[in-house]
């Protein structure tokens, strides 16, 4: 298993996470407070892209790796070091969940053709079987 890390800075807001991130397309929604945190300092996270919602689930609190779902800052993080790995189908980080018009919907990054886009996919019609999810899992510090 190949895992990077990556350190959350939550005395940014998000919309300065986003404004870093240098991405072509930006859902508003994301910039309107949908998602409240309440984190504050430097988080160091390991991450692990899941190919499958059901890889994921036993990977989320059910083995010793004890993943969990990334929410919108973690994967603003995470993708805002410009991969360039065509995510077509989307990047989706289940830990960050809002419900617009009654419709359930997940924060979601997608890489087409080199536009880089952030913003919301509706959970309620299905995920794209070549869709992947961010999971995370706090670093501890080595004694």
Not at 98 to 120: D, I, K, M, Q
Request: without cysteine; proline residues 3%.
């Amino acid at each position: 298993m190949e895992y990077q890390t990556i350190t959350i800075d939550y005395s940014k807001s998000l919309a300065e996470m986003i404004e870093g991130g240098e991405y072509d397309l930006v859902n508003k929604r994301l910039l309107s407070g949908i998602f409240p945190t309440n984190r504050s300092g430097l988080i160091t996270l390991e991450t692990k892209i899941f190919d499958r919602e059901r890889e994921f689930e036993r990977y989320w609190n059910v083995t010793k790796l004890r993943f969990r779902p990334a929410t919108i800052e973690e994967l603003v993080v995470y993708t805002s070091r410009k991969l360039y790995i065509e995510y077509s189908a989307g990047l989706v980080a289940l830990g960050s969940s809002t419900r617009v018009n009654a419709l359930p919907f997940v924060a979601h990054y997608r890489e087409y053709r080199f536009e880089r886009s952030v913003g919301l996919f509706s959970a309620n019609f299905g995920y794209e079987p070549e869709t992947k999810f961010l999971g995370v899992r706090e670093v501890q510090p080595k004694s």
